[in-house]
């Protein structure tokens, strides 16, 4: 079957990774990307103080390691052109289709059909979405936003022709909110950071990788990996996710008290009960910072707990009356988790549509496949793997699994997707996990939540998805 085809979308982290593998099996495969550049969530965030919460070299691909980061946490430039250049070195440029969004994607005669913004259409044999998760910004329903008369914008849409020595305002406490509270203090004459829920902040250092660091893992790729020490990361990441599922676990009480050691370092008494958040530790997505505590107690910087009540012309006017004159607003206030491919139009076998299978809530069997809907497979999908740790590692164990799905499809020329009992029991068993989960039972509200208050992320350990991960269930698939 070499006229056998892939379509991809999105050029991101994911589907950049696809591309990369395809390319090497010597499948045709085509990636369609909406913007002009690749690089999804790195290229659509230039916000000051960008950075990456995991360790920069286990960000990284584990066939492409960079040797040149600066920092030990990777700043958000510099993983940009390390996807720019990872493209490039493997080839996959000349496959990617820029400024293409795909409005369309239906089961038909035994492929799919594939309909773009622009009129024209394609055909595949199979698709696999890597449209990520956090990329349709979520604007806050905050009365007289189009009123006022500086500039404001959401912090995944950067004005960088905006200056940023006057009086500055952020809004929204979570990873990015933080990044740019750090970078600006002691930039923006005037520092407000609006915080509606303080979140718990875990201690980082962040230091610089040497010239002469950089040049001996140049030189010595072997040294860079007993530099990473793969091993010992993912016993830590596996630690982590335990702390998620097993609240009483070494791992949760090594973060708890992390976290709680961390808030103590605040010496005004009336700040650190300001900064203390109202959950458990771990019920949110740790926020990662090495000087945020610090950073907010500049002289210049101020923390505004006030719930805020509208936005004026000239500022922001919070519930205690207050008006707080800004020249700028940058609303770090997140994005919508439960988007991925929508609004994509995706019709599966027999009329079968996305949004209808997902009415209650995005739903997948492990992540990957959905029932009615053959030879349709997701990268870093409804219900997988979201933390603290490396979502290209994540990524990368997903490829494998699917990489099984599209060569059974094509050696057999039949269409794969997970059967509807699969996914069922699949879904019955993870609600039931989440419910047992420090999202659920550490008291507060964030976007790992559904609808429904329903942890939306995988709800095991990560030892488990890699198990899961090694080779397909093939009865679950009705094969």
């Not at 600006?184 to 040497?210: C, D, E, T």
């Not at 509200?445 to 709800?459: H, N, R, T």
Request: glycine fraction near 10%; charged fraction near 20%.
């Amino acid at each position: 079957m070499s006229d056998y085809r892939v379509v991809v979308i999105g050029a991101g982290m994911a589907g950049l990774l696809a591309g990369i593998k395809l390319k090497a099996q010597g499948v045709d495969f085509t990636l369609y990307e909406k913007a002009d550049r690749l690089g999804g969530t790195w290229r659509e965030n230039t916000y000051p103080g960008l950075t990456c919460d995991v360790p920069s070299h286990h960000y990284t691909y584990s066939f492409e390691r960079n040797p040149d980061w600066t920092r030990h946490l990777p700043p958000g430039p510099e993983i940009q052109a390390y996807f720019e250049r990872t493209c490039d070195r493997y080839g996959v440029r000349d496959h990617i289709r820029f400024n293409t969004q795909i409005e369309r994607a239906a089961w038909e005669d035994g492929g799919w059909t594939l309909t773009l913004a622009n009129g024209a259409s394609d055909r595949a044999d199979v698709v696999i979405a890597a449209t990520g998760v956090l990329h349709h910004p979520s604007m806050p329903a905050i009365p007289g936003l189009e009123t006022f008369e500086g500039a404001l914008f959401h912090t995944a849409r950067w004005d960088h022709g905006v200056g940023l020595d006057g009086r500055v305002g952020v809004v929204g406490m979570g990873s990015t909110g933080v990044q740019i509270i750090s970078a600006l203090a002691g930039v923006s004459g005037r520092l407000s950071h609006f915080v509606r829920n303080p979140q718990w902040i875990m201690p980082v250092k962040n230091g610089y990788f040497s010239e002469q660091e950089r040049a001996a893992f140049r030189a010595d790729p072997a040294l860079l990996e007993r530099f990473m020490d793969v091993e010992t990361y993912n016993q830590n990441v596996e630690n982590y996710t335990l702390g998620i599922t097993q609240p009483d676990s070494p791992g949760a009480q090594y973060f708890r008290q992390a976290c709680f050691d961390n808030l103590a370092s605040i010496a005004d008494p009336a700040l650190k009960e300001a900064l203390r958040p109202d959950h458990e530790p771990m019920c949110k997505r740790l926020i990662f910072s090495p000087d945020y505590y610090e950073k907010i107690q500049h002289p210049q910087a101020r923390l505004v707990r006030a719930a805020i009540e509208r936005i004026e012309p000239a500022g922001i006017r919070t519930a205690d009356g207050e008006l707080h004159e800004l020249d700028v607003i940058a609303l770090a206030t997140g994005f919508r988790a439960d988007q991925f491919m929508r609004p994509m139009e995706i019709i599966g076998a027999g009329g079968m549509d996305l949004e209808t299978l997902w009415a209650r809530r995005p739903v997948a069997y492990l992540a990957v496949s959905m029932p009615g809907f053959p030879n349709f497979f997701m990268l870093n999908g409804p219900n997988g793997p979201v933390g603290n740790y490396s979502l290209i590692d994540i990524a990368e164990h997903q490829w494998g699994y699917i990489a099984q799905l599209v060569a059974r499809a094509q050696e057999t020329g039949s269409a794969l997707c997970a059967t509807r009992e699969a996914m069922e029991a699949f879904d019955a068993e993870r609600v039931e996990a989440a419910k047992h989960t420090i999202w659920y039972t550490g008291g507060c509200q964030s976007w790992y939540l559904d609808a429904e208050g329903i942890p939306a992320s995988w709800p095991w350990n990560y030892s488990r998805f890699v198990a899961e991960m090694k080779t397909p269930k093939w009865e679950h698939f009705g094969v």
